[in-house]
């Protein structure tokens, strides 16, 4: 581990320090939403512009995250800076960095009702507008993969290929998102979950109605491009 950046990257040591600071903070929303227990789940974030990334540092609890606790790393999964182990799920971030450059940040959780989707491997049907707005159809299920190396981050990828979704359930594990940003990764996360359990508490009730595809479509662009300030 290295406490400060080597010589090569001094010239970004100010908005190192301001990315660590900000992931940090962006992790305050998965205990605050619920999505994770005890010390499970993380989020990352690019630099823009360079080939480096903030992740959780392996096995930190939420309460006592501070910058600090946030691992940078190149897009290899090599340690650049911090004090700690990172995130076992550091080289699937790093691959999808890798492949994905529109992607700036990312989320893992292990939210019950989305992974409880995801034990089952079957994807979340689009029977909600808030899905049709924020995931642009169905949210996908991605391959079986074990923890420790890139396999997680090939799925994520390969899933997400042909999908709009930024979220993805890897089946038996839990939800992986994508964002242009942390903060974005970070929402589609907490929808992720709220849709996973309102089309639950739907398919208790009877079948839940699937929303055309045309109708999905105009959703999906009026939300992406027409919503908010």
Request: hydrophobic share 40%; net charge negative.
């Amino acid at each position: 581990m290295t406490a400060t950046l080597p010589g090569h990257l001094d010239h970004l040591t100010d908005r190192v320090a301001a990315l660590r600071q900000e992931t940090a903070a962006l992790h305050a929303h998965l205990p605050g939403n619920g999505l994770v227990v005890w010390t499970a789940g993380n989020v990352s974030q690019r630099l823009p512009g360079t080939d480096l990334f903030a992740i959780k540092g392996s096995g930190v609890p939420y309460d006592d995250l501070t910058a600090d606790d946030m691992v940078v790393c190149d897009l290899d999964g090599r340690v650049v800076l911090g004090d700690r182990a990172p995130s076992s799920d550091t080289d699937a971030h790093a691959y999808v960095y890798r492949h994905r450059s529109d992607v700036g940040g990312q989320v893992h959780t292990h939210s019950t009702y989305a992974t409880a989707w995801a034990a089952r491997g079957e994807p979340i049907p689009c029977v909600l507008t808030m899905m049709a707005d924020e995931f642009g159809g169905e949210i996908p299920v991605g391959p079986f993969a074990l923890i420790g190396d890139d396999s997680i981050g090939r799925g994520i990828v390969a899933t997400l290929q042909h999908s709009r979704s930024p979220a993805v359930l890897m089946q038996n594990h839990g939800v992986f998102t994508v964002g242009r940003t942390g903060r974005a990764a970070v929402k589609a996360a907490v929808m992720c979950e709220d849709v996973a359990r309102t089309v639950h508490v739907a398919r208790q009730l009877g079948s839940p109605l699937p929303i055309a595809a045309d109708d999905v479509d105009r959703l999906f662009d009026r939300y992406q491009h027409a919503y908010g300030q």
